[in-house]
């Protein structure tokens, strides 16, 4: 009925950092050939090294490069690559580069352009759900232009409204809003944030749900009509709208909901011919319902827990649909087994207001032992540019079960150790502490301003004066260093400071 | 030699030497001198053994002196040589300097010099990672000076604008 499995050779990862990694890695496995694509600042980063093949495709800015359908493509011609990976963020909802990539003649690894469309825009994918019978959140359907009308269906509604992109994704664009002079404020400033991040500045309105969480459900379909759940993923620990903390599974979910919920996600799935890795949000409220969010056409950032308690690798999944192989399991081959977790490590400041801490980083030891993994993209001696998301890596953790998971997650996070630049690294610990967190009674607003006012004014009096002596001997060490081997500090590769460095066990300016 | 150490709320007066045995005498305050092990087995890395307790701690250079890791928090130690900073004049200017904390681009700059800003008005929008952040004012007054422009790119700690205090007078 259909055509055989295609034989991919080379594949082009358009995208950079810990996600192009992780396409790379997969690509590995199944051995596939590599394409890397890096801005300026990205020449020296793991992605670009790592693959087969490199090729620069123009300067920091985003748009000018990662963004730049014309230079990808040109890159996929000019490198003979049969594939075009995504990864997630950048071009990676984006039907119109799915098509070109197609009309290239090349594999798309991703859903059909038509899918990524439908369930692409929110607005577009709630009347499809709507039309389906699936519960939505009460709020507007159609993107909102003008302000007058924004009022008034703010206050049809009812204050708190949530203003939200409607390209959008990982929190950009969204605001909460409680009253009609911020809502004009947030109006103007979400649709600039929306254009600049998706190329759309449409916006729309929905209702705030009371008490909720955040969980999804990852499924996984084949061109040859199969459709699988493989289970779902509470993320509701979030800042900014974003996620922060997700785990898998929801520690709170009943079975009859699990089952409700898998089922719906199925159906979305169905209903938009959908191909390959993908995800269906869902707001559950303290009442025990549950409504549809949209819909990712994409790898997910949080997959990795899904893999832990699947056994299944989603990436590799992903690289096999596309090539045309009809799913290798059943729903009845997938079980749960265990508890994951996934702490976000983020180059930003938590005791700072989440400010971004882009900068580079001088000392950098990922945590290893038993049942740890850490997708990265960074080490020490690189330089965490401005331009991109603040994401810098993603602690993943197994355990027996919920309690032994996030005993090792702690573990874990102990034995992180970045310098150099701010992350949130002592966040998480502090949320694997919580008797909220621990007790699973948590919703989407569980980061509050008193937890991270306990962040700040945190760390024993014993800590800040082991800190304080550290920072005494460096700066004396700095002080009587011998003006000889001082010379020309300030340039010089990072390579000869580290090696001075070693040699002397001194501290550099 | 003595420092004065700041973290945070926290002063220290840390009195540090190098002692014969290759390790570091080292006194807090007024309290007793300490022998501790000090190494720097790795670049960035100093691992100390004070009394029976092991601590590692990862160092990173700053402008007024180092950001120290240690059991996973960050601790900003602001190190002063109290001989040097005798030498330096005084002198800030108050709550109506506003600074970035954070490396980034002006996407718009809402105020002019001269202009009368109340409390949490929007005077400009800094942009890093992809997300906008508003700075608002955090006085009411008079806009002294405009350091920046839209488009261009800061530096952490650079000054944006600087706000007076309205007079009595003009209040």
């Known amino acids: ?509 | 030699m003595t420092y004065d150490v700041t973290v945070g709320e926290r002063a220290f007066s840390i009195r540090v030497d190098r002692d014969k045995a290759g390790g570091w005498t080292v006194q807090i305050d007024d309290g007793p001198a300490r022998h501790i092990d000090a190494r720097s087995p790795e670049p960035s890395v100093l691992s100390l053994v004070m009394g029976d307790r092991s601590y590692e701690a990862g160092l990173a250079p700053r402008d007024d002196g180092w950001e120290v890791d240690l059991l996973g928090r960050a601790y900003h130690c602001a190190v002063v040589d109290p001989r040097r900073a005798a030498l330096k004049l005084g002198g800030g200017a108050g709550a109506g300097a506003i600074k970035t904390s954070m490396p980034g681009l002006v996407v718009r700059v809402m105020v002019e010099e001269g202009a009368l800003v109340e409390e949490g008005d929007p005077l400009l929008v800094l942009e890093a990672m992809k997300m906008e952040n508003e700075i608002t004012a955090p006085i009411d007054g008079r806009i002294a000076a405009v350091h920046v422009a839209a488009g261009e790119s800061l530096e952490a700690g650079a000054k944006l604008i600087q706000i007076d205090p309205l007079d009595e007078t003009e209040a």
């Open chain 1, 1 to 509: 009925m259909s055509t055989p499995p295609k034989k991919l050779r080379r594949v082009l990862v358009a995208n950079r950092g810990e996600i192009a990694v992780r396409v790379i890695r997969a690509c590995q496995e199944l051995g596939l050939e590599t394409v890397a694509v890096y801005s300026d600042v990205d020449r020296d980063a793991i992605h670009a090294r790592m693959a087969t093949y490199a090729f620069h495709i123009g300067p920091n800015v985003a748009a000018e490069s990662y963004l730049r359908v014309d230079k990808l493509l040109d890159v996929a011609a000019r490198s003979g690559a049969d594939a075009v990976h995504p990864g997630y963020g950048f071009l990676s909802e984006n039907a119109g580069f799915a098509q070109a990539v197609l009309d290239a003649g090349l594999v798309w690894v991703g859903p059909p352009p038509s899918a990524i469309e439908a369930m692409g825009s929110k607005t577009r994918s709630r009347q499809i759900m709507r039309a389906a019978g699936v519960p939505v959140v009460p709020g507007t359907v159609e993107p909102i232009l003008e302000e007058a009308e924004l009022l008034r269906v703010a206050n049809d509604i009812g204050y708190p409204v949530m203003l939200k992109a409607a390209a959008g994704g990982g929190g950009k664009g969204m605001r909460r809003v409680e009253n009609d002079k911020e809502l004009l404020r947030a109006f103007t400033a979400a649709r600039s944030e929306a254009a600049k991040a998706f190329g759309d500045d449409a916006v729309y309105l929905e209702k705030f749900v009371v008490r909720p969480r955040h969980v999804e459900v990852q499924i996984l379909a084949d061109a040859h009509g199969a459709v699988v759940h493989l289970f779902e993923r509470d993320c509701s620990i979030q800042r900014r709208h974003q996620k922060v903390v997700e785990e898998a599974p929801c520690p709170v979910l009943p079975q009859e909901t699990r089952d409700a919920m898998t089922a719906v996600a199925i159906e979305a799935a169905r209903a938009v011919a959908y191909e390959g890795a993908g995800t269906v949000e869902f707001l559950y409220g303290g009442d025990g319902n549950f409504y549809f969010l949209e819909m990712n056409t994409r790898l997910q950032v949080e997959h990795p827990i899904t893999e832990m308690i699947t056994g299944v690798d989603l990436a590799r999944a992903q690289l096999r649909i596309a090539a045309g192989e009809p799913l290798w399991f059943t729903q009845d081959d997938l079980s749960i087994t265990g508890h994951a977790i996934e702490c976000r490590i983020y180059a930003e400041d938590p005791e700072n207001g989440f400010l971004p801490a882009p900068g580079t980083i001088t000392r950098y030891r990922e945590p290893t032992g038993p049942w740890v993994r850490v997708d990265s993209g960074v080490y020490a001696g690189f330089t965490v540019p401005l331009e991109y998301d603040p994401m810098i890596a993603k602690l993943v953790v197994w355990g027996q079960n919920r309690q032994e998971c996030i005993e090792r997650t702690d573990r874990a996070l102990r034995e992180y150790k970045v310098t150099g630049i701010r992350t949130s690294i002592g966040f998480f610990r502090a949320v694997m502490a919580d008797p909220g967190f621990l007790a699973a009674d948590y919703t989407t607003g569980f980061i509050t301003p008193a937890f991270l006012d306990a962040l700040s004014d945190g760390g024993s009096e014993q800590a800040r004066e082991a800190a304080a002596i550290a920072a005494a001997i460096a700066q004396f060490e700095k002080d009587h260093k011998a003006a000889p081997s001082r010379g020309g500090d300030e340039g010089g590769s990072a390579w000869k400071r580290a090696g001075r460095w070693r040699g002397t066990h001194r501290f550099p300016r």
